[in-house]
T-cell receptor, first 116, second 114 residues
Framework: KQEVTQIPAALSVPEGENLVLNCSFT??????LQWFRQDPGKGLTSLLL?????REQTSGRLNASLDKSSGRSTLYIAASQPGDSATYLC???????????????FGQGTILTVHP | DTGVSQDPRHKITKRGQNVTFRCDPI?????LYWYRQTLGQGPEFLTY????????KSRLLSDRFSAERPKGSFSTLEIQRTEQGDSAMYLC????????????FGEGSWLTVV
């Protein structure tokens, strides 16, 4: 059974700082790993999707990496801004055949606060 | 493309009542998922459909829960005889069939059982 852990549970940084959020998973037979952002009381916004054959993806100030052998993914946020304050969730899809596709296993999230 | 749409956004109901949530996926997305999220936790998988077929159900989905996607488009999630423990946000998501495709979530439906 896939288990996903995110460290730290909460992070507070000053504006402009670069930061790294960590995600680890127990089943290395992971197919995709997706990072999401969630604002309070809202749904999830997809940030980046890393497919099994990829090692990283970039979008603007965000860069996500995936290391299947060590069971880890990181989300790097450059030059953080107060608007980046949210909960960041990582989720993996195990590579166990067609019926498991789409069954995301989420971590508990990292609550990020960027203060001016 | 208007994204995944969920209705209602908020529902307060008395214990024992039935509630139904509706989800309209992104058009042409043939996969649709339901998740449940409680405060401070990540979402948990409930069930998913490929077109109109319900292909997987979590053990979290007790017999009081039923989900349908009758024509392979919108979906409904019904909770019968609600209990206080059902209070949560119910999230719907959709994607294209190919395994490498991004999964998109709606804004969620908040349920409070009093």
């Amino acid at each position: 059974k896939q288990e996903v852990t995110q460290i730290p549970a909460a992070l507070s940084v000053p504006e402009g700082e670069n930061l790294v959020l960590n995600c680890s998973f127990t089943d290395s037979a992971i197919y995709n790993l997706q990072w999401f952002r969630q604002d309070p009381g809202k749904g999830l916004t997809s940030l980046l999707l890393i497919q099994s054959s990829q090692r990283e993806q970039t979008s603007g100030r965000l860069n996500a990496s995936l290391d299947k052998s060590s069971g880890r993914s990181t989300l790097y946020i450059a030059a953080s801004q107060p608007g980046d304050s949210a909960t960041y969730l990582c989720a993996g899809i195990a590579n166990a055949g067609g019926t498991s596709y789409g069954k995301l296993t989420f971590g508990q999230g990292t609550i990020l606060t960027v203060h001016p | 493309d208007t994204g995944v749409s969920q209705d209602p956004r908020h529902k307060i109901t008395k214990r024992g009542q039935n509630v139904t949530f509706r989800c309209d996926p992104i058009s042409e997305h043939n996969r649709l998922y339901w998740y449940r999220q409680t405060l401070g936790q990540g979402p948990e998988f409930l069930t998913y459909f490929q077109n109109e077929a319900q292909l997987e159900k979590s053990r979290l989905l007790s017999d009081r829960f039923s989900a349908e996607r009758p024509k392979g488009s919108f979906s409904t999630l019904e909770i019968q005889r609600t209990e206080q423990g059902d209070s949560a946000m119910y999230l719907c998501a959709s994607s294209l069939r190919a395994a490498g495709n991004t999964i998109y979530f709606g804004e969620g439906s908040w349920l409070t059982v009093v």
